[in-house]
């Protein structure tokens, strides 16, 4: 007997036959579209260039020079090699103490020293994906619900709903503020909640923004949590991209905000998600950390760790590398110069042809505004510029559909992820793509305009010939009459 789909849903858990990851969504598919036919300068130059992708690769050459002057951070040199058994049996979900010290001393340093953070306090996971859904789970029972402002990032929905059963409301934000999040958009946001009898339990923020590259101001910053006090709920803040930020204004992080004697909180309400997939550019290492200010979820996520430790081989090296803080100085220091002389470089190429972005000081993307080029202004018409720009201009940028944005046209386009050459072919493909559209909607309005010229002059010569045909059938016109004229 054949083994048919019905069978297979009944085998398996709805977890495995569902669409909970969302790979579906437009998001993941550039990404397949990219990994079908990868652009290579010479052996595919016709191919997609990934720009839905934001990795940190501008600086990749500092972390290469230090690894080589510094073979005994690694277990597999022969520098290293005398501690291979000690680290190769260490598997204490707590991690190794000089991997915790490094990565709290490392957030200070980030945040420029401001703040401290407490070692005893650091929670590792497999990347940042992991320690969003830790968090989830700690916090949120299956049906429970985080507001999320919006657009934010995609895979949210993967990270924060797919094993958890938790829901996520937006809280809407739009364009014509720059995006920001205000207190009357979080209070509908939860007054339609409590409507739905669907329980908030936290509001969760990127800060710097996925997808905006914007930061939160200090105000902004205190009204989310005396909002979260208020209602007793809890902040979660992805501070994922701290080092990204490239220029003014610079990002305050939501732990030196608890740190203002006016600013009155309880602070169990807080945690903060890291990691250094974005900030040093090591997305296959997969450290990502929990940081929270409450004892229990400490406890309970550090149990939940062991589902999704990092290596020790890696956090050994991790702590070796973030031990030196004259490197940690300069690296960020550089890191930043460059990000925003590419940021620079690409926002400019963008409006010679007339292309804006919105303004941003942070990230590794640009939020790209297109609404110009739509047939008309529905998600719909995104959709379909969006695959012009993946199948034919050969570029896999990311709608703003699919990070829920409400406005149509807006596009996520990372810049960090490719050399100088690969960028510029990027910008080139994007130019003329705006160039071409630009003489497609003139030879279109030229042509409407030929159209109705055409019906105006026909218009004309049917008025003139019925007042002609009105005159010559007159009993009082001047003209002889035809002899059916007359006839009548």
Not at 150 to 178: H, I, K, M
């Amino acid at each position: 007997m054949g083994f048919t789909l019905s069978n297979q849903q009944q085998q398996l858990s709805k977890i495995a036959t569902g669409n909970g990851h969302g790979e579906n969504s437009p998001y993941f598919e550039g990404w397949k579209a990219f990994d079908s036919n990868p652009y290579h300068p010479t052996k595919n130059p016709h191919g997609v260039i990934q720009m839905g992708l934001a990795e940190n690769q501008l600086s990749f050459d500092l972390i290469q020079e230090w690894v080589l002057n510094h073979p005994e951070a690694s277990i597999c040199t022969a520098e290293g090699a005398k501690e291979f058994k000690d680290i190769a049996n260490f598997q204490d979900y707590h991690g190794l103490p000089e991997f915790r010290n490094a990565v709290a001393n490392f957030m200070g340093n980030v945040r420029g020293n401001r703040v401290t953070f407490d070692p005893d306090r650091i929670v590792m996971s497999g990347g940042a994906t992991g320690a969003h859904e830790m968090l989830a789970f700690c916090l949120a029972d299956p049906g429970e619900a985080f507001l999320m402002p919006v657009p934010y990032y995609p895979a949210f929905d993967r990270d924060l709903r797919w094993r958890t059963g938790v829901q996520l409301l937006p809280v809407a934000c739009e364009s014509f503020n720059n995006f920001k999040i205000t207190r009357a958009a979080l209070e509908d946001a939860y007054e339609k909640a409590q409507k739905a009898n669907i329980r908030v339990k936290g509001l969760l923020i990127t800060n710097p923004s996925n997808p905006l590259g914007t930061v939160l101001d200090r105000e902004t910053l205190k009204s989310l949590v005396t909002f979260i006090n208020e209602k007793n709920i809890h902040l979660v803040c992805d501070e994922i991209y701290a080092a990204t930020v490239f220029t003014q204004p610079s990002f305050i992080s939501i732990a030196e905000i608890l740190e203002e004697e006016e600013v009155e909180c309880n602070r169990e309400l807080i945690h903060i998600v890291y990691s250094l997939s974005k900030d040093m550019g090591f997305p296959g290492f997969r450290v990502g950390i929990v940081y929270s200010y409450n004892d229990a979820v400490v406890n309970c996520a550090r149990k939940m760790s062991s589902f999704g430790l990092v290596s020790t081989q890696t956090q050994r090296l991790i702590a070796s590398m973030l031990s030196d803080n004259e490197f940690v100085d300069r690296f960020i220091a550089e890191s930043a110069r460059r990000l925003k002389a590419r940021h620079a470089k690409f926002t400019v190429g963008l409006e010679e042809e007339g292309t804006t972005c919105l303004k941003s000081s942070g990230g590794l993307f640009v939020w790209m505004d297109l609404h110009k080029h739509l047939k008309e202004p529905t998600f719909e018409a995104e959709m379909a510029l969006w695959r012009i720009i993946i199948h034919e201009v050969k570029l896999n940028v990311s709608p703003g559909s699919s990070f829920h944005c409400p406005e149509p046209g807006w596009f996520r386009v990372c810049f960090a992820n490719m050399d100088d050459q690969t960028m510029e072919v990027a910008l080139e493909r994007i130019r003329n793509f705006v160039l071409q559209d630009k003489e497609a909607a003139v030879v279109a309005m030229k042509k409407k305009k030929r159209c109705w010229q055409s019906s105006k002059n026909l218009s004309l010569s049917f008025n003139r010939r019925s007042r002609f045909d009105e005159v010559m059938m007159s009993p009082h016109s001047p003209i002889p009459q035809s002899p059916l004229v007359r006839a009548t």
